[in-house]
């Protein structure tokens, strides 16, 4: 018990570390990571379960994958941008300090599309999947592209 008990503190202390280093920004970076991983393990999985998994299509996931982390750091050099022209700006003193925006809701968004490409995977491999869940899911992400585009106000 006393050894279960040590990896958990050591588990506890880790996070810990890591949470004061890069904080919930980071977080979000590590879960769409893993969900990355985890969609491209499910979509390659329920393809070998139909009989059509094909090196081409598992190529074609890693490009989009690609394509996913080409947006986010896009999106985060646009904060970067946008975080030094307001600090910047002559004669315009606002009420806050702009650190980060567009990319958190970029990796929001992506958390979502991938969480909802695993749901989807896991049907295709003959695993139950509430209605209610993809519904959800797909509310979340309206309501992000709601925000993105301006009408998260209110």
């Known amino acids: 018990m006393e050894t279960v008990n040590g990896i958990k503190a050591a588990i506890t202390a880790l996070m810990a570390v890591l949470t004061a280093l890069w904080g919930w920004f980071g977080w979000l970076v590590v879960v769409w990571v893993l969900l990355m991983a985890a969609d491209y393990a499910t979509g390659s999985a329920a393809a070998l379960k139909a009989g059509a998994w094909s090196s ?14 080409a947006a986010v750091l896009a999106a985060g050099l646009l904060d970067l ?5 307001i600090a910047n700006l002559p004669g315009v003193d ?11 809701l970029v990796l929001v968004w992506y958390i979502l599309t991938e969480t909802g490409s695993i749901i989807e995977n896991a049907g295709e491999m003959g695993a139950p999947i509430p209605a209610w869940l993809t519904k959800a899911i797909e509310a979340l992400r309206a309501k ?3 925000t993105g585009e301006g009408g998260g106000h209110g």
């Not at 941008?81 to 022209?85: C, K, L, R, T, Y």
């Not at 009420?95 to 958190?104: A, G, I, M, Q, R």
């Open 144 to 146: 992000v592209d709601e």
């Open 94 to 104: 606002l009420p806050f300090s702009y650190t980060v925006f567009l990319c958190p």
């Open 56 to 69: 081409r299509e598992a190529r074609d996931g890693l490009w989009h994958k690609a394509g996913c982390i």
């Open 81 to 85: 941008v946008a975080g030094q022209i």
